[in-house]
């Protein structure tokens, strides 16, 4: 299945994607796309639906973050050995670990605002994003993906100057408020497969500036996943987004960066 969230920031109702590519309303069988939602029997619930019998969204509907609230929004960096390369810095030997506030959360196609306007350094980050369904707390990296509910694309937006100049703490240049497009769906599970060799791409106006592959992770999902419910509970809900392939502004010789009016566009195999 494919989940989205469609309407006005603030009010968003539930839907599905069917197999010809239309919108279906879910309001009458879940809230949100929340937690609550999420869950094995929830999705087995949904998964059962006559799609074609649900009522169908007419016209061209705006959609926002395909995940509602999530308790956590964790990010982990450096996680692709090619782009470890391109930033100089060695391949860790465990997962960074840095948040993303939730309230930078925005829909797939909204504007994206500059940090401030003394923002000079505002960069993009095509990433997978692994949704949560199940609590997780100590589990193995076997299990793992039991956990998992599904899979999304995430920009990971970047102001740099904040991240790595301003007495570097990653979180601060990491949460703007925009600075977490996602969607436009997440994808459960089933329908995805294998995440370890996904192909993933990200242009700005046009221009391809990433191309690269989920393969070349140096911690594939299930390892995050297991090696972040040692030292948090994953919640149902919670959102992990899980580094990027070369090809973002800090690495271009010379380093390039976002400038109001500028386009991206990405997107992941399968998602």
Request: proline share 7%; hydrophobic share 35%; glycine share 10%.
């Amino acid at each position: 299945m494919k989940l989205v969230r469609y309407g006005k920031p603030g009010k968003e109702k539930p839907g599905l994607i069917d197999a010809e590519g239309k919108l279906r309303d879910l309001s009458a069988h879940i809230k949100d796309v929340n937690g609550e939602a999420l869950s094995p029997k929830s999705l087995a619930k949904l998964g059962k639906l006559k799609t074609d019998k649900l009522p169908l969204v007419k016209g061209k509907q705006r959609l926002g973050s395909c995940v509602a609230t999530p308790p956590k929004f964790v990010a982990i960096g450096l996680n692709y050995s090619d782009h470890a390369k391109e930033s100089n810095m060695p391949i860790p030997k465990e997962p960074v670990v840095f948040s993303k506030w939730t309230s930078c959360l925005s829909g797939p196609n909204d504007e994206v605002m500059l940090a401030s306007k003394d923002s000079v350094k505002t960069d993009w980050e095509i990433e997978l994003g692994i949704v949560i369904g199940t609590q997780a707390r100590h589990v193995s990296k076997k299990d793992a993906l039991e956990c998992v509910a599904g899979y999304c694309v995430i920009n990971d937006v970047s102001e740099r100057e904040y991240q790595l100049e301003r007495d570097p703490q990653w979180d601060k240049g990491k949460g703007f408020d925009t600075y977490g497009p996602t969607g436009p769906w997440m994808v459960t599970k089933d329908e995805v497969g294998d995440v370890k060799k996904l192909s993933m791409w990200l242009d700005v106006n046009g221009e391809r500036m990433q191309t690269g592959s989920t393969k070349t992770m140096i911690f594939d999902p299930a390892t995050i996943v297991s090696f972040l419910s040692k030292i948090m509970t994953l919640m149902p809900g919670d959102l992990i987004t899980t580094g990027t392939p070369p090809g973002v502004g800090l690495g271009q010789k010379p380093p390039r960066y976002l400038k109001a009016g500028d386009v991206m566009t990405l997107g992941i195999e399968k998602l």
